[in-house]
């Protein structure tokens, strides 16, 4: 995993809220999804490891990373969701790259309410990683499922 | 009018693809390309009128396939849908020759409204 920059002061780094993620994570689900979604409080538990993470790094002047970890269920009612009329048998790659794309659009919209000279990378999967103290943890529910949604900062 | 949509993720091609059909824009039609590369050889053979381009993609992003276009004196219409949201990237946008950037997510509505005022 790439380390993330620990030579801005902490003083002058512009912080997302959990307000900020909970609003980014609605309007995802909402308008683009077509899914409902709520919660969005800051939890204290940690994903379960046998879930699935999407992540993206923000590199530049403001270094941050973004990860989503759903369960399997979830990430297939995700990608469902995604792919619409085409939704039926759907692989496990493209189940992966719906969920990479939740990542993507919650991070880009980090990067955008930075709005410093950065550069968002392409989404990761994997397992999820450990919650560390500069992380914001969200916990929302979908689908009858749990969502969390991490920002490193 | 026929519109290329290029975008590494195949659920975000399905998701601008379904987007248009909730939309009140007729008489269309879309090919998809994966990747940069992709698109410069469907924009040349295929000539589509309107190209709705990631930003963030692999090889090369969508800023580096909007100079290879522009570079070889295509003026087709080029808009960016992407979650790249910041002043910067629209400015970049702008003055490389884009038409419009879109940020996701996004609803039929902003698309309708775009494309409207692009096509009028």
Known sequence: MAQLATDQPTSEKMKITADQVTQMTNDLFDSMLGMHISGGDVSEAAPPQDWIQSKVQIQGAWNGELRVVASGELSAAIARAMFGSEAENLVEQEILDALGEVANVIGGNVKGHVDQDCDLTLPEIGEPEQVSGNSLCQQFTCAESLLYVVLVQ | ?120
């Open chain 2, 1 to 120: 009018m026929k519109m290329l949509i290029v975008d590494d993720s195949r659920a975000m091609r399905m998701i601008v693809t379904r987007t248009l059909k909730q939309t009140g824009i007729g008489d269309y039609a879309t090919i998809e390309a994966a990747n940069g590369a992709e698109a410069l050889t469907l924009i040349d053979s295929e000539k589509p009128d309107l190209v709705l381009s990631d930003w963030n993609m692999p090889e090369m992003k969508g800023i580096e396939l909007l100079e290879k276009i522009r570079a070889s004196g295509n003026e087709v219409r080029f808009g960016f849908i992407t979650s790249e949201s910041s002043n910067e990237t629209r400015e970049l946008a702008t003055s490389t020759g884009a038409q419009f950037v879109i940020t996701k997510p996004f609803t039929a509505d902003t698309l309708e409204m775009t494309l409207e005022q692009l096509l009028a």
